[in-house]
């Protein structure tokens, strides 16, 4: 592993000031069973910046009956000024998948599962449609120093790992693996870099209940210097992913990024809640 400023983080976080923007659907587009693209276009978009995979920002959804979602000002710090006389919005984080300056087109990509606000809104939107955001608050920019990315993740980390994938320069190496329910939520990814793509299926097993990504990880015998790790996904599969790459690899804890987007059994999961060990 790398010893050279293996203490620091190999990226630098980059803020800028939020913005309320309401979004037009212009497309919609079924990837997979479980996947559903939706591209977001209007005036609102001119100065969207998302400038790295592991940007998220909040999108607002219509309640039943809406047409479009009443949307807050900003208010101190991360808080929210909303009208009194309204009703409050629904809301989720997502991963900008991709955007388009020239056109203002933003892509967005929904896990299509259970009742979850975003999941029923993408699973039934049509072109016209609205939503609401606000942010991405904070980028991530990688060093050119990380030569190797490790990414582990399921459903929910596909957006980010897809849009890593695709945006990492040539000469650059990444073994991704991904749990999903079966082979036709696969997807295929345009890249420069050096891919090792696996997909991990559950065949039939409930999400955030399989070891598959735990198994994966301790494939792994040792790591090239300079690699970085990001792993997300369901709160509790992924620790031991966290656990064999600092505990039996060696990876400095700085050289991973660990988020748990959603946890099993509880529906407003915070994922910028801590994870213990």
């Known amino acids: 592993m790398p010893q050279l400023n293996s203490a620091e983080a190999p990226f630098e976080v980059i803020t800028r000031q939020a913005k309320v923007r309401r979004l037009e659907v212009r497309r919609v ?7 559903v693209r939706v591209t977001f276009g209007g005036d609102d978009l001119h100065d969207f910046e998302t400038q790295g995979p592991d940007d998220d920002f909040r999108i607002f959804f219509p309640l039943p009956g809406q047409e479009r979602p009443t949307l807050p000002q900003l208010g101190e710090g991360r808080g929210f000024i909303w009208p009194e006389d309204a009703p409050r919005p629904q809301n989720r ?16 990509d929904f896990v299509v599962h259970g009742d979850g606000p975003g999941s029923v809104w993408a ?12 942010g991405p608050r904070r980028s991530r920019i990688m060093s050119p120093e990380v030569t190797e990315y490790l990414l582990f ?18 000469g650059v190496n990444v073994r991704a693996f991904v749990e999903v329910a079966g082979a036709d ?18 065949d039939g097993a409930e999400p955030g209940t399989t070891d598959l990504l735990a198994q994966a990880v301790r494939s792994i015998e040792t790591l090239a210097p300079y690699t970085f790790a990001w792993v997300a996904g369901e709160a509790n ?5 966290r656990r064999h790459l600092l505990g039996e690899l060696g990876l400095p804890p700085a050289w991973l990024r660990f988020t748990g987007y959603w946890k099993r059994t509880i529906p407003n999961w915070d994922h910028h809640e801590e994870i213990p060990e």
């Open 29 to 35: 587009e079924r990837l997979t069973p479980h996947m």
């Open 93 to 108: 984080e997502y991963t900008p998948r991709r955007f388009d300056p020239v056109s203002r087109e933003l892509t967005v």
């Open 123 to 134: 699973d039934t939107v049509q072109p016209g449609g609205y939503a609401g955001s606000v």
């Open 153 to 170: 993740g399921d459903e929910s980390a596909l957006p980010s790992i897809g849009r890593r994938i695709e945006e990492l320069p040539a």
């Open 185 to 202: 939520e696969e997807q295929q990814f345009e890249a420069r870099a050096n891919v090792e793509l696996h997909w991990l299926h559950r």
């Open 237 to 241: 599969s992924i620790r031991p992913v």
